[in-house]
């Protein structure tokens, strides 16, 4: 159980164009998922956090008019990467909040490679 | 400030033996501790999660925590290479958030 999973698992796109990653819960509802993104040889970097029904929450320097997330449905949350360009190159992935009480988690999707040319 | 806290490594550990890896955090309200492995290039797995003082084991995966001196511990028995990776410590504090420490980066020597 707890499977996450995100599509697509690599893009390549040219600067100026936009890219829209999405992220699935497949066999539980979360209300709650994280993106977050990671450069090479660096540590997880939390971009935002995203709730059915209503607005994400950014984190501190993170463009929400770049970065536009949408969690419609229990199971389902997109990240739109607007106007990408090759500062936007990186690792990102999502992961979706699991459980209860003390047990509350995490369980990650497999990534996307993003490729600005 | 809340904060996470491991040494980056690399640790390198002979093929066979004990894995020790090491994690403190600032929150004294932490209330669940959480490690998870990332190879190179892959996205973080979840290991074991643990919230109660003590040991819990799960096969060749042990975690340790204390919260008293506020720091808690994963050690691999029988290390493999396949168990180099970079092991991820992560803290509950209470809202449903993680508070992720940088890593450390183990490396199994055959």
């Known amino acids: 159980g707890a499977v996450v999973s995100q599509h697509p698992s690599r893009v390549i796109c040219k600067s100026g164009t936009s890219v829209k990653i999405e992220c699935r819960s497949l066999d539980f509802q979360a209300t709650t998922m994280f993106w977050y993104r990671q450069f090479p040889k660096q540590s997880l970097m939390l971009m935002a956090t995203?709730?059915?029904?209503?607005?994400?929450?950014?984190e501190q320097g993170v463009e929400k008019d770049k970065f536009l997330i949408n969690h419609a449905s229990l199971t389902l949350s997109t990240l739109t990467v607007t106007s990408a360009h090759p500062e936007d190159s990186s690792f990102y992935i999502c992961?979706?909040?699991?459980?209860?009480?003390?047990?509350?988690?995490?369980?990650f999707g497999p990534g996307t490679r993003l490729t600005v040319l | 400030q809340k904060e996470v806290e491991q040494n980056s490594g690399p640790l390198s550990v002979p093929e066979g033996a004990i894995a020790s890896l090491n994690c403190t955090y600032s929150d004294r309200g932490s209330q669940s501790f959480f490690w998870y492995r990332q190879y190179s290039g892959k996205s973080p797995e979840l290991i074991m999660f643990i919230y109660s003082n003590g040991d819990k084991e799960d096969g060749r995966f042990t975690a340790q925590l204390n919260k008293a001196s506020q720091y808690v511990s994963l050690l691999i028995r029988d290390s493999q290479p396949s168990d180099s990776a970079t092991y991820l410590c992560a803290v509950n504090t209470g809202n449903y958030q993680l508070i992720w420490g940088a890593g450390t980066k183990l490396i199994i020597k055959p």
């Open positions: 992961s979706a909040r699991y459980g209860g009480g003390a047990g509350d988690t995490q369980y």
């Open positions: 995203s709730n059915e029904g209503s607005k994400a929450t950014y």
